[in-house]
């Protein structure tokens, strides 16, 4: 596990996901009213206190963990926490309140999320959150850390359940998935079934590009560079010509995931890639149903 300086006083915490070290990172916000934005996997917690111990937080100090969206990388370690940090609000999307608080939509997730990957358990043993101790969020609210207060903005896209932060004391934007995977100075996109949605992804990166800010904390992996605005425009002129790239690859050679990835320039491989393809064949197959449905009206 590493914490490191992100921007300002936020931390930057790497859970080792899946046993990778430089697979997803969460933030500490080390503010007078002290913030975990992401909870990692259910395995990520007892790196979130050695975290925490590190940087001299006590747990019972924690006022506000930011649950940015409900993928298990994410949302999952969000029950854990609840337990072991006794005084924090729990900030959920209004789409993603029931995977965090009802049994039966956790249960499904987590299925999902396990027939997907091939593994029992891929991201550990997820726990309830009670649902008192979340707050709802659709965007516009404001997280009052005491030193400054965190601006939420819906950030569909990525999931339709995805929020973004922005800190104006740091310039930071917590854009976690919702504008792109950035791997060794490089943009790359992150496109997952079954959420995933070019037009409101697109619309996202526009909003979060209005803030102008200094440096975007990315899920995967860590703070960007300098040129925050820069890494925006990127990801917003990739988006398209990625979902036209994997359209254009399954006229040519079908609808296989394997084959997809196989064909594809090495400069859109990511760690992640068959699931970004996976996820772009979901969103065009959703289209047609969709037009699918017009024809016959
Ligand atoms: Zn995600």
């Not at 939509?105 to 891929?122: F, H, N, Q, T, W």
């Not at 909003?207 to 102008?212: F, G, H, I, P, V």
């Amino acid at each position: 596990m590493t914490v490191s300086e992100a921007v300002g006083d936020v931390h930057a915490v790497d859970p080792a996901l899946l046993g990778t070290p430089g697979a997803l990172t969460l933030y500490v916000v080390d503010a007078h009213e002290p913030a975990v934005v992401d909870t990692g996997s259910a395995n990520s917690p007892p790196e979130i206190y050695d975290a925490l111990d590190r940087l001299g937080i006590d747990r019972t100090d924690v006022a506000h963990v930011l649950v940015s969206h409900v993928h298990l990388d994410h949302a999952g370690g969000a029950g854990h926490l609840a337990e072991e940090l006794p005084n924090a609000t729990f900030y959920v999307h209004e789409d993603g309140l029931a995977y965090l608080t009802d049994a039966a939509a956790l249960s499904r997730l987590k299925r999902s999320v396990d027939r997907a990957m091939g593994v029992e358990d891929a991201y550990g043993d997820p726990k309830l959150v009670p649902e008192g101790r979340c707050s709802v969020v659709t965007g516009g609210e404001r997280v009052d850390l005491g030193d400054r207060e965190l601006e939420l903005l819906d950030a569909p896209g990525h999931a339709p359940h995805h929020y973004a932060a922005y800190d104006p004391a740091t310039e930071g934007l917590f854009s976690i998935d919702a504008a792109g995977m950035h791997l060794a100075g490089e943009m790359r996109p992150t496109t997952p079934p079954p959420g995933f949605d070019l037009e409101a992804n697109v619309e996202t990166v526009r909003r979060l590009r209005a803030l102008e800010p200094a440096v975007n904390l990315y899920g995967h992996v860590g703070p960007g560079g300098e040129d925050a605005v820069g890494e925006l425009d990127r990801y917003e002129a990739m988006l398209p010509e990625w979902v036209e790239r994997v359209d254009g690859l399954r006229t040519e050679v079908g609808e296989d995931v394997e084959a997809i990835v196989d064909a594809l320039d090495p400069g859109w491989h990511s760690p992640t890639v068959r699931r970004d393809v996976a996820g772009v064949l979901d969103y065009l197959s959703d289209g047609e149903g969709e037009s699918e449905g017009e024809r016959t009206k």
